[in-house]
C-alpha cells in the first residue's frame, strides 16, 4: 500500500503537470493567433485622428481590443471571450505615428497582451507583454475637421 | 510463504511505475515539448506572414526597393519574436528572396536590367525563418535534441483587378499631390469633379468638393476649349466606347504623362448614365464627407480614374496614382456649364507604401499569396 501510495502520488504528479503544460501552451497558441488577428486587423483599419495629433483614436483602440477579445471589430450584447477571462483591458494597443510628415500619418501598430493570468488549476502563470506582434499601419488615415472626418 | 507473496506484489507495483516512467516522460514531452513546437511554428508563420507583406510594400522597381524590403525584415525582427516572445528571428535563421513571379524561382539578389527600373519586374518576396527548438523531454523517447520548425510566406504586388476592369477616359486633379494619406487630398464620400466646363467664374458650378480648393479649376484653364477633365481620347465614338466598354487601351502607370483633351459631348453623359444603369444598386447616394456610401452593387457604377498631379506641362499632366469613384445613377450633359461629379471612393494602391507605388502599368496591391 506504501508503495502504491508512493506511486500514485508519483503519477499524479506526472498527470497534472501534462494537464498543465498542456492547458498552458493550447492558451498560449490562442493568445497568439489573437493578437495575430487584430494586428492584421490594426494594419488595415481606418484610423481618424486630430490634425498633428500623436495619440491613438479611442474608437480605433477598442474596435482592434475588441477583435482580439471577441474576433469582431463591433460585437452586440454581452459577447464571450474566445480565450478564457480575457478582457479588452488586458489588450494594448499603440500606433506610431510620424512626427515628421505633415499630418503625422500613422507608421507603425503594435498589439499586445499587457497581462494575462493563465489558470491551469494548479499554477498561475502571468504573461506580461506577450505575445505582441508590430506591423506597419497599411490602411487609411484622416484628419477629423469640426465633426466629420 | 505469505512473505515472499507480499514481496512479489510490492516489487510487481514499483515495476510498473519505472517501466512506465518512459511512457510518462514520454508524455510530459508531448504536451510540453510538442506544445512549444507547435507554437514556435505559429510565431514562425506569424512573422513569415507580417514581414512577406511589410517588405513587399516596399518594392518600386530600383535598388532602393530591394534595400527597403530588406531594412523592413530587419525592423520586422525587433518586436516580433519567437519561443514565447523572448527569442529574435536573427539573420542567421531568417532569409528574404525576390522574384518575378509567385513560384519563383527565389533569389537573395535579383538580377539588373537595364534602364531606369533595374528590378521593374520583381514583385514578389518570399520570407522564410527556421527557428530550432530546444527540446526538454522528447530525447528521452529516443528524438533528436532540437526541432527545427519553418514558417515560410510569399508575398506580391499584383495587379488590382476591378469589377469591371479598365477605367474611364477622364482624369480628375489632385488636390494635394503630396497627401501623405494616398488620398490626393480628397475626402472618402466627398463628391468631385471628373469633367468640368471652362471658366467657372462661380463656384456654384464646380461639385462640393472642390468649392474649398478653388484655384485648381484656374491651373486647369489653361487647357484650350470649354471643357476639360478627359485625357487623351479625341473623338466622340472612342470616349464613348470607353466609357461603356471600359476599353481604354493605354497601359497606364503611376509616373505616365498623359495629354489633357477637351471637349462637352452629350454622347458622353449619356454613356456615363448608360453604364451607371447596368448597376443593381441604383440609390442616388449624398456626398457624405468622411463616410463612403454604403454602395452594394456589383461594380459598374465603382470606376476607377487615373488622379494627375495638378501640373500642365504642355498640354500634360502626370498620373500620381488611381482612384475609385463612385458615378451618379444620372448624368446630364446637356448643359455645358455644369460639372459632372463623382463620389470619391478612395486610393486604388491598396496596402501601397507611402510615397513609392510600384511601377509597373495599372493599379495594383499588396497581397498574401502563400
Given at each position: 500500500m506504501?508503495?502504491?501510495?508512493?506511486?500514485?502520488?508519483?503519477?499524479?504528479?506526472?498527470?497534472t503537470?501534462?494537464?498543465?503544460?498542456?492547458?498552458?501552451?493550447?492558451i498560449?497558441?490562442?493568445?497568439?493567433?489573437?493578437?495575430?488577428a487584430g494586428?492584421?486587423y490594426?494594419s488595415?483599419?481606418?484610423?481618424?485622428?486630430?490634425?498633428?495629433?500623436?495619440?491613438?483614436p479611442?474608437?480605433?483602440d477598442?474596435?482592434v481590443?475588441?477583435?482580439?477579445v471577441?474576433?469582431?471589430?463591433?460585437?452586440?450584447?454581452?459577447?464571450?471571450?474566445?480565450?478564457?477571462?480575457?478582457?479588452?483591458?488586458?489588450?494594448?494597443?499603440?500606433l506610431t505615428?510620424?512626427?515628421?510628415?505633415?499630418?503625422?500619418?500613422?507608421?507603425?501598430?503594435?498589439?499586445?497582451i499587457?497581462?494575462?493570468?493563465?489558470?491551469?488549476v494548479?499554477?498561475?502563470?502571468?504573461?506580461?507583454?506577450?505575445?505582441?506582434m508590430?506591423?506597419?499601419?497599411?490602411?487609411?488615415y484622416?484628419?477629423?475637421s469640426?465633426?466629420?472626418? | 510463504?505469505?512473505?515472499?507473496?507480499?514481496?512479489?506484489?510490492?516489487?510487481?507495483?514499483?515495476?510498473?511505475?519505472?517501466?512506465?516512467?518512459v511512457?510518462?516522460?514520454?508524455?510530459?514531452?508531448?504536451?510540453?515539448?510538442?506544445?512549444?513546437?507547435?507554437?514556435?511554428?505559429?510565431?514562425?508563420?506569424d512573422?513569415?506572414?507580417?514581414a512577406?507583406?511589410?517588405?513587399?510594400?516596399?518594392?518600386?522597381?530600383?535598388?532602393?526597393?530591394?534595400?527597403?524590403?530588406?531594412?523592413?525584415?530587419?525592423?520586422?525582427?525587433?518586436?516580433n519574436?519567437?519561443?514565447?516572445?523572448?527569442?529574435?528571428?536573427?539573420t542567421?535563421?531568417?532569409?528574404?528572396?525576390?522574384?518575378?513571379?509567385?513560384?519563383?524561382?527565389?533569389?537573395?539578389?535579383?538580377?539588373?536590367?537595364?534602364g531606369p527600373?533595374p528590378?521593374?519586374?520583381?514583385?514578389?518576396?518570399?520570407?522564410?525563418?527556421?527557428?530550432t527548438v530546444n527540446?526538454?523531454?522528447?530525447?528521452?523517447?529516443?528524438?533528436?535534441?532540437?526541432?527545427?520548425?519553418?514558417?515560410?510566406?510569399?508575398?506580391?504586388?499584383?495587379?488590382?483587378?476591378f469589377?469591371?476592369?479598365?477605367?474611364?477616359?477622364?482624369?480628375?486633379?489632385?488636390?494635394d499631390?503630396?497627401?501623405?494619406?494616398?488620398?490626393f487630398?480628397?475626402?472618402v464620400g466627398e463628391?468631385y469633379?471628373?469633367?468640368w466646363?471652362?471658366?467657372?467664374?462661380?463656384?456654384?458650378k464646380?461639385?462640393?468638393?472642390?468649392?474649398?480648393n478653388w484655384?485648381?479649376?484656374?491651373?486647369?484653364?489653361?487647357?484650350?476649349?470649354?471643357?476639360?477633365?478627359?485625357?487623351?481620347?479625341q473623338?466622340?465614338a472612342?470616349?464613348?466606347?470607353?466609357?461603356?466598354?471600359?476599353?481604354?487601351?493605354?497601359?497606364?502607370?503611376v509616373?505616365?504623362?498623359?495629354?489633357?483633351?477637351?471637349?462637352?459631348?452629350q454622347?458622353?453623359a449619356?454613356?456615363?448614365?448608360?453604364?451607371?444603369?447596368?448597376?443593381t444598386?441604383?440609390?442616388?447616394?449624398?456626398?457624405?464627407?468622411g463616410?463612403a456610401?454604403?454602395?452594394?452593387?456589383d461594380?459598374?457604377?465603382?470606376?476607377?480614374l487615373?488622379?494627375?498631379?495638378?501640373t500642365?506641362?504642355?498640354?500634360q499632366?502626370?498620373?500620381?496614382?488611381?482612384?475609385?469613384?463612385?458615378?451618379?445613377?444620372?448624368?446630364?450633359?446637356?448643359?455645358?456649364?455644369?460639372?459632372?461629379?463623382?463620389?470619391y471612393?478612395?486610393?486604388?494602391?491598396?496596402g501601397?507604401?507611402?510615397?513609392?507605388p510600384y511601377?509597373?502599368?495599372?493599379s495594383?496591391?499588396?497581397?498574401?499569396?502563400?
Amino acid at each position: 500500500m506504501i508503495e502504491f501510495a508512493l506511486s500514485a502520488m508519483f503519477l499524479t504528479y506526472s498527470f497534472t503537470g501534462v494537464f498543465q503544460f498542456g492547458y498552458s501552451m493550447y492558451i498560449y497558441n490562442q493568445l497568439q493567433g489573437a493578437v495575430r488577428a487584430g494586428t492584421r486587423y490594426a494594419s488595415l483599419a481606418t484610423v481618424a485622428k486630430a490634425a498633428g495629433s500623436t495619440n491613438d483614436p479611442v474608437s480605433y483602440d477598442n474596435a482592434v481590443k475588441n477583435v482580439v477579445v471577441y474576433g469582431t471589430p463591433s460585437p452586440s450584447g454581452s459577447p464571450t471571450p474566445v480565450i478564457p477571462n480575457l478582457t479588452t483591458a488586458m489588450v494594448d494597443v499603440n500606433l506610431t505615428f510620424d512626427t515628421a510628415s505633415t499630418g503625422n500619418p500613422p507608421t507603425y501598430v503594435t498589439v499586445k497582451i499587457n497581462s494575462y493570468s493563465l489558470d491551469a488549476v494548479v499554477k498561475t502563470i502571468t504573461l506580461t507583454n506577450k505575445p505582441v506582434m508590430k506591423m506597419p499601419f497599411m490602411g487609411k488615415y484622416c484628419i477629423i475637421s469640426g465633426s466629420a472626418c | 510463504m505469505v512473505g515472499s507473496t507480499r514481496r512479489g506484489q510490492r516489487g510487481s507495483i514499483m515495476l510498473v511505475t519505472a517501466s512506465s516512467l518512459v511512457l510518462l516522460i514520454g508524455m510530459l514531452g508531448l504536451s510540453a515539448d510538442v506544445g512549444r513546437v507547435y507554437i514556435a511554428k505559429h510565431e514562425a508563420q506569424d512573422f513569415a506572414d507580417l514581414a512577406a507583406i511589410a517588405s513587399c510594400r516596399l518594392l518600386d522597381g530600383k535598388q532602393t526597393g530591394i534595400d527597403a524590403a530588406k531594412n523592413e525584415l530587419a525592423t520586422s525582427a525587433i518586436t516580433n519574436k519567437w519561443d514565447f516572445s523572448t527569442q529574435t528571428f536573427g539573420t542567421a535563421i531568417r532569409t528574404i528572396e525576390f522574384s518575378s513571379t509567385q513560384n519563383g524561382p527565389w533569389v537573395t539578389t535579383p538580377t539588373s536590367v537595364a534602364g531606369p527600373k533595374p528590378y521593374a519586374g520583381v514583385a514578389f518576396v518570399r520570407v522564410t525563418v527556421t527557428p530550432t527548438v530546444n527540446l526538454a523531454f522528447l530525447p528521452v523517447a529516443g528524438t533528436a535534441l532540437t526541432q527545427q520548425v519553418t514558417g515560410q510566406a510569399v508575398a506580391g504586388v499584383t495587379p488590382q483587378v476591378f469589377p469591371s476592369g479598365g477605367y474611364l477616359p477622364f482624369t480628375p486633379f489632385a488636390h494635394d499631390k503630396n497627401d501623405p494619406t494616398g488620398n490626393f487630398g480628397f475626402t472618402v464620400g466627398e463628391e468631385y469633379g471628373i469633367h468640368w466646363p471652362g471658366n467657372i467664374n462661380n463656384q456654384t458650378k464646380a461639385c462640393a468638393g472642390d468649392r474649398a480648393n478653388w484655384p485648381m479649376y484656374n491651373v486647369s484653364d489653361t487647357v484650350n476649349g470649354s471643357t476639360r477633365g478627359y485625357f487623351e481620347l479625341q473623338s466622340a465614338a472612342a470616349i464613348r466606347d470607353a466609357i461603356l466598354g471600359q476599353a481604354q487601351t493605354d497601359a497606364l502607370a503611376v509616373g505616365d504623362m498623359i495629354n489633357l483633351t477637351n471637349g462637352n459631348k452629350q454622347t458622353e453623359a449619356s454613356a456615363l448614365t448608360e453604364l451607371a444603369g447596368y448597376d443593381t444598386d441604383q440609390t442616388n447616394y449624398s456626398p457624405t464627407p468622411g463616410t463612403a456610401p454604403a454602395y452594394s452593387g456589383d461594380g459598374f457604377r465603382l470606376v476607377v480614374l487615373p488622379v494627375n498631379d495638378e501640373t500642365i506641362i504642355s498640354g500634360q499632366v502626370k498620373v500620381i496614382g488611381f482612384a475609385a469613384f463612385l458615378l451618379y445613377p444620372s448624368y446630364n450633359g446637356g448643359a455645358g456649364n455644369s460639372a459632372w461629379c463623382a463620389i470619391y471612393m478612395g486610393s486604388r494602391t491598396e496596402g501601397g507604401g507611402t510615397g513609392n507605388p510600384y511601377t509597373g502599368g495599372g493599379s495594383y496591391v499588396v497581397r498574401l499569396m502563400q
